[in-house]
C-alpha cells in the first residue's frame, strides 16, 4: 500500500507540474502575441522559409492557447485521455525541435517563456528532457484517471469556456498592450540607467592564444609565454572564458535622420516631457491614429513638451509618411529589432520625462489632446494605474478559475483515481 501510494502521489505530481509549466508558458507568451510572432519570423528567417511569415502571427495565437488549454485541462483533471496524449506529442515534438535548434543555434534564445524567463538552447532542451521523463509517466498510467464529469458534453463545455476565456485574454493583450510587461521597456524603466555599466562591473575575460611558425611548424602561445623573435606571427584567437556584466538595453540609439547625429544622451536628459512615437517600420505602420497622433503633437508644442518619432525607415520611406500624414514632428533613426522591444504597437507612443518611461499606448489607445491636462505627470500616474486595474482584472478571472478548478477537486476528490 505504502508504494501505491507514492506511485499515486508521484502521478498526481507529473499532471500538477506539466499543467503548471503549460499554463505559464502559454500565458506568458499569449499575453504578446506580437513578440511571439516575432520569434516566429526570426525562426523563419534562420531555416529560410520565409514564405511562412504571414502565418506568424496566427501561430503564436495558436501555439499559446494549445499550451494553455493543455495545462489548464491537466490541473483541473478535465479530458485526462485527450490531455495526457496531446501533452506527451506537444513535448515529442519540441523535445526533438529544440535538439535541432540548441545544435544549429539560429537563434539565440529559443522563447519558449516569452520574455519572462530567458533560456538558452541547450537549457530549453534539457528543461524540455526533464519534464517529457514526468509527461511519458502521466501517459502510462492515464487510465488511471476517473473522469472528471459524467457526461462528456459537459468535459467538452468545460474546455470550450477555458478556451474562449483564453483567447480573449490573448486577444485583448494584441489589440492594447501586453497586460504583464516583461521586457526592460516597462513603465516605469529609466532608458539610461538600464542602458548604464556599473563603475564596478565585472568585465568579459578572454583568452588569448598566439600562433607562431618557424621551420614549417606552428605552436600555440599565451601572452606571458611567447617564443623567440625568430618565431614569425601567423594568428591571434581570443576564447570567451567569462562573460562580465550585460546591461539590460544594449543597443538603444536615437541618431538624427538627417545627419546621422547620435542624439541618445540629450534627448533622454532633456528636461520636461517627451512624446516618443514608436514607428520601427512606417510603411506597415497603422494609420488609424493620424489626426489623433498629430493633434497630440500639437498641442504637446504649444504646451511646452517635446513630440519626436522614433523608426527604422529610409529616409524616403521618412518623406513619404510626412507627405501622407502631414507629421508636424521630428524623425529619428533606431534599431528595427529594439524598436520591436520598446512596444508592441506599430505606432506606439511613450510618455518619457528625463529618460524615465511614465506611460505607454497602443495605436489604438492614443490619447485626445483635449483629455491631457497641464500637469502630465498626473495624467501619466493615471494612465498606470489604468493599466493595474486591467492586471487585477486578469488576476481576477484566472483566480476565479482556480477557484471553480480547486472547488470540483474538493468535490470529486476521493475517486480521482482508480485503484
Known amino acids: ?56 502571427l496566427p501561430l503564436s495565437f495558436i501555439l499559446s492557447a494549445a499550451e494553455m488549454l493543455i495545462g489548464v485541462a491537466l490541473l483541473a483533471g478535465v479530458h485526462m485521455l485527450l490531455a495526457s496524449w496531446a501533452v506527451f506529442l506537444f513535448m515529442a515534438f519540441f523535445t526533438i525541435l529544440t535538439l535541432i535548434i540548441a545544435i544549429t543555434d539560429p537563434v539565440a534564445d529559443c522563447g519558449c517563456f516569452g520574455d519572462a524567463i530567458i533560456l538558452t538552447n541547450w537549457e530549453t532542451f534539457i528543461k524540455n528532457v526533464v519534464l517529457m521523463f514526468f509527461v511519458t509517466f502521466l501517459l502510462v498510467k492515464r487510465k488511471r484517471y476517473n473522469p472528471f464529469f459524467r457526461s462528456r458534453l ?32 516597462s513603465t516605469g524603466s529609466n ?12 568585465a ?30 601567423v594568428r591571434t584567437e581570443s576564447t570567451l572564458i567569462s562573460k562580465g556584466y550585460e546591461p539590460e538595453i544594449t543597443n538603444f540609439f536615437i541618431e538624427s535622420a538627417e545627419d546621422g547625429i547620435d542624439y541618445t544622451h540629450e534627448i533622454l536628459n532633456q528636461p520636461g ?23 497630440l503633437a500639437d498641442w504637446s508644442f504649444s504646451h511646452g513638451a517635446d513630440f519626436i518619432c522614433l523608426t527604422a525607415s529610409p529616409d524616403r520611406q521618412i518623406s513619404d509618411f510626412i507627405e501622407r500624414t502631414g507629421a508636424p514632428y521630428r524623425f529619428y533613426h533606431s534599431d528595427e529589432i529594439t524598436l520591436k522591444t ?9 510618455l518619457l520625462k528625463e529618460g524615465t518611461i511614465l506611460a505607454k499606448w497602443h495605436y489604438s489607445n492614443i490619447p485626445h489632446a ?16 489604468s493599466a493595474r486595474n486591467n492586471l487585477v482584472t486578469c488576476k481576477y478571472i484566472l483566480l476565479l478559475l482556480l477557484a471553480v478548478v480547486f472547488l470540483k477537486l474538493i468535490r470529486s476528490g476521493s475517486n480521482r483515481l482508480k485503484p
Open 1 to 56: 500500500m505504502p508504494q501505491e501510494k507514492l506511485r499515486s502521489a508521484f502521478l498526481e505530481f507529473s499532471r500538477l507540474l506539466a499543467g503548471a509549466v503549460f499554463v505559464y508558458s502559454g500565458f506568458v507568451k499569449g499575453i504578446d502575441p506580437l513578440g511571439s510572432a516575432y520569434k516566429f519570423t526570426d525562426y523563419f528567417v534562420a531555416f529560410n522559409i520565409e514564405f511562412l511569415e504571414p502565418f506568424a
Open 154 to 185: 459537459a468535459e467538452w463545455l468545460t474546455l470550450t469556456c477555458f478556451l474562449a476565456i483564453i483567447l480573449l485574454i490573448f486577444l485583448y493583450s494584441y489589440r492594447n498592450l501586453p497586460v504583464i510587461d516583461y521586457r526592460p521597456f
Open 191 to 202: 532608458i539610461e540607467e538600464k542602458m548604464s555599466v556599473p563603475p564596478d562591473a565585472p
Open 204 to 233: 568579459d575575460e578572454y583568452e588569448i592564444t598566439l600562433y607562431y611558425r618557424k621551420d614549417g611548424e606552428t605552436r600555440p602561445f599565451t601572452v606571458d609565454n611567447l617564443p623567440d623573435p625568430d618565431w614569425e606571427w
Open 273 to 295: 516631457y517627451l512624446f516618443m512615437l514608436v514607428s520601427y517600420d512606417l510603411e506597415r505602420s497603422s494609420e488609424k491614429s493620424t489626426d489623433r497622433i498629430n493633434s
Open 342 to 350: 520598446v512596444i508592441r504597437s506599430n505606432p506606439g507612443l511613450l
Open 370 to 385: 483635449d483629455a491631457m491636462k497641464k500637469n502630465l505627470l498626473s495624467y501619466s500616474i493615471e494612465s498606470r494605474q
